[in-house]
């Protein structure tokens, strides 16, 4: 609720600093700290991929400014209206949404949902907050079991009751609140089968755990919880993918940001996640070589990328990247059912986790 | 348990009818029913697509059936060792499990997951099963909210208590027993912000129904277990997609089964679904001309093609896809989002399932 009051009264303050500026004979403006590239820089302090100090100013009379100022005011006003309907919106219908055609003209506040989305971004770096926060919903994939509780929408949910199945992770997790929690890691898989078999397996209550799966590369929704899980709970949390640049790549951003999202890190991130595997090394140690896989050209351009991240520096990381462009071969987590189907929760992870065998 | 029990029996049948014609001095042999499109039929009676009476041998002593022969046997241990065991495994972790190199040769089992994929498939429909009968699971995606309450792997979930998020369908639905249900129908959304828009408005609740986003194109999980809450249940099945060839093929696989797994339509499909919108008469009767999207190519392709499908013959559908080609457009559902953000789930719906305003 405090961060509803602060976030309506942010969007506020930009409607009275626009009438203000106008009654003092001004000429309105708004100022946007800058997204692109050059302003995009890795602290090391925090571990994160954040925006920088530039900022500019758009001006309502200018040719070049005044239809995004135009956008973002009226993005702004329906934000502030889903937050007073206690309501959220999808990126999409908010598109439709705003989208008319101006009186006694042919022009359009909006003609692509990209206009809009770009707004809605310097909305969420102007007042320093997640556009789930302005009730805006991104995608949804992902889920997640455990012993834990958690509050949602008035529904206490009981993470460890749910079968198969799992809690299916919304695309915003704002208002979720964790009510009771019993577990001592969150561990992330990259894979809904391994999901499956690791709940299958009861790894998650075996091994004191909160089980979470990305499907693939991790929806926003799915990485806040995750930092949330870190941040407010003090959990470590451990990260599960294929032994490729794209499973590397969704480590990366679940524990440093993405270049394109840099603004919304400090609240998505998780520096302090750790990777378990699959690595180079494990497909010697669990005798996976007969299974692996030739690694594409993609996978050679996007390995030789990760080398230069500052957050891949580590010298583990770098013999990890290396090797695999020198075998020139990547391997799926599933591999490890070449040893037996339960092989993965019984034997490679157990020992994994006991060893504290990660990389940084 | 009944299900199991036979499935495991048809399995064990196998391996016994391989020996007795090894006893019998015969060449050993595996009946097959043929899945080819020579061997597809739609079945006006059952409304479904189904596989025809066509089968062909495998024989072991046949250079060109041998390592398929193999192949099989393989598998077919792999199924009742899973059933056995009674764990699940993914097609990945099947293939990868699967996958040797056989003793004094470099001849492998398997080489391609391709190969595994289409033996299980033979098993299906030798067995007359489902892969999940077998234990293997698919993808899994779509997730579930409504009043009503299941057993899963030893757990009562109730599907009414479950916040934004709600149940995450698993990949295999087969075990799930249904407790208490106290609702209509069910209805389904392609898309997950939909759901997400009628969840939060309680859609569900105001109107008696289960809600089930698929996500895009349905797994089989989600799938069946539309079609288990219809078959089982006597619950009408109505379906809410984007007004696109691609929303009208959702649809489609939902009702009458897909080409590629014709073999699986009955047990999969739910022939009595009705299709609610959005409609190219909406696009009119609800004032949405000006967010309609122009058709693509292929857009144009796929509406051609599905103007020839015998379940799309009724007059209704072949004017509904003729007036999009005609008119050249399409629209999303989302584009209700220009009406408010509500009006989705307080007029537009409610509107046309009191009118019964549905496709056939």
């Given at each position: 609720m405090i961060i509803m009051q602060t976030v309506k009264d942010k969007l506020k303050n930009i409607g009275e600093d626009v009438l203000s500026?106008?009654?003092?004979?001004?000429?309105?403006?708004?100022?946007?700290?800058?997204?692109s590239f050059s302003n995009i820089i890795y602290d090391e302090k925090i571990k994160l991929l954040r925006l920088g100090d530039k900022t500019s100013r758009r001006y309502f009379f200018n040719v070049a400014h005044a239809k995004k100022f135009m956008q973002t005011l009226i993005i702004a006003t329906r934000c502030k209206d889903l937050l007073d309907e206690k309501i959220h919106a999808s990126l999409r219908e908010m598109f439709y949404n705003v989208k008319h055609t101006l009186q006694n003209s042919n022009e359009n506040t909006f003609d692509e949902q990209t206009e809009s989305d770009d707004i809605i971004e310097d909305l969420e770096v102007m007042l320093g907050t997640l556009r789930e926060q302005l009730h805006l919903n991104a995608d949804a994939s992902g889920?997640?079991?455990?012993?834990?509780?958690?509050?949602?929408?008035?529904d206490t949910i009981h993470l460890n009751k749910?079968?198969?199945?799992?809690?299916?992770?919304?695309?915003?997790?704002?208002d979720i609140k964790f009510d009771r929690i019993d577990a001592e890691y969150v561990f992330v898989v990259e894979k809904d089968a391994a999901f499956e078999r690791l709940n299958e397996d009861k790894f998650w209550k075996k091994n004191k755990c909160i089980l979470?799966?990305?499907?693939?590369?991790?929806?926003?929704?799915?990485?806040?919880?995750?930092?949330?899980?870190?941040?407010?709970?003090?959990?470590?949390?451990?990260?599960?993918?294929?032994?490729?640049?794209?499973g590397w790549y969704i480590y990366s951003v679940l524990k440093a940001g993405s270049m394109n999202l840099a603004h919304t890190s400090e609240k998505l991130a998780t520096p302090d996640a750790k990777f378990i595997g699959l690595t180079m090394t494990d497909i010697v140690e669990y005798d996976?070589?007969?299974?692996t896989i030739k690694a594409t050209e993609q996978d050679i351009r996007r390995a030789k990328e990760l080398l230069n991240y500052k957050w891949f520096q580590h010298p583990l990381w770098q013999r990890e990247i290396k090797l695999m462009l020198k075998k020139g071969y990547k391997a799926e987590l599933q591999a490890l059912a070449s040893r037996g189907f339960k092989f993965i929760s019984e034997t490679y992870l157990p020992d994994k986790i006991e060893k504290k065998d990660f990389l940084p």
């Open positions: 500026q106008i009654k003092e004979g001004k000429n309105p403006s708004l100022e946007i700290p800058i997204r889920r997640i079991v455990g012993n834990m509780s958690i509050i949602d929408a008035g749910l079968g198969t199945g799992g809690w299916h992770i919304p695309s915003n997790v704002e979470v799966s990305t499907h693939g590369q991790a929806a926003r929704g799915t990485r806040r919880l995750i930092r949330r899980l870190n941040k407010e709970h003090d959990l470590p949390v451990i990260v599960f993918t294929d032994c490729d640049a794209y996976l070589k007969k299974h």
